[in-house]
């Protein structure tokens, strides 16, 4: 399967099905799409108006499938701050952004990890909730 990430601009007003069909329009277009290629909207004036880019998420192995269009809008704002009494003041505690920032795009695709780490945090993610539903502290 294959996955296409598709982020609006701030101002856009894009109407979903249309552009659906124009992102899925500019792909088939691609010769050879590799996985975190963003594609070259310059060619589409409908997307340019609408789209900051668009990135091949996902390539899957199996026979050639129309692609899945997943659309989101960055935000661009600063993040929210908890501070903490130390003894040299004041010291940030934490952050906390409203997701998907601005400051983290593109990435995802940078970090590296282990080949089974999807498994083996879905395991994880199921025996918590299996504990939970146990309520198990």
């Known amino acids: 399967m294959v996955v296409l990430e598709v982020c609006l601009s701030e101002r856009s007003s894009a109407q979903s099905e249309a552009l659906h069909e124009a992102v899925k329009s500019l792909y088939r277009k691609q010769s050879y799409p590799v996985e975190g290629m963003l594609l070259d909207i310059t060619s589409s004036a409908e997307l340019r108006a609408d789209v900051h880019h668009i990135r091949v998420c996902e390539l899957g192995d199996a026979q050639p499938s129309e692609p899945q269009v997943v659309v989101h809008q960055l935000f661009n704002e600063e993040p ?21 920032a601005v400051e983290f ?28 539903e146990l309520q198990v502290d």
Do not use: I
């Open 80 to 100: 929210a701050e908890e501070m903490t009494e130390s003894g040299d003041g004041e010291t940030v505690a934490f952050q906390m952004w409203e997701l998907p």
């Open 105 to 132: 795009d593109g990435l995802w695709e940078s970090l590296l990890f282990e080949e089974n780490v999807k498994e083996k945090l879905l395991r994880y993610v199921n025996t918590a909730m299996h504990f939970s």
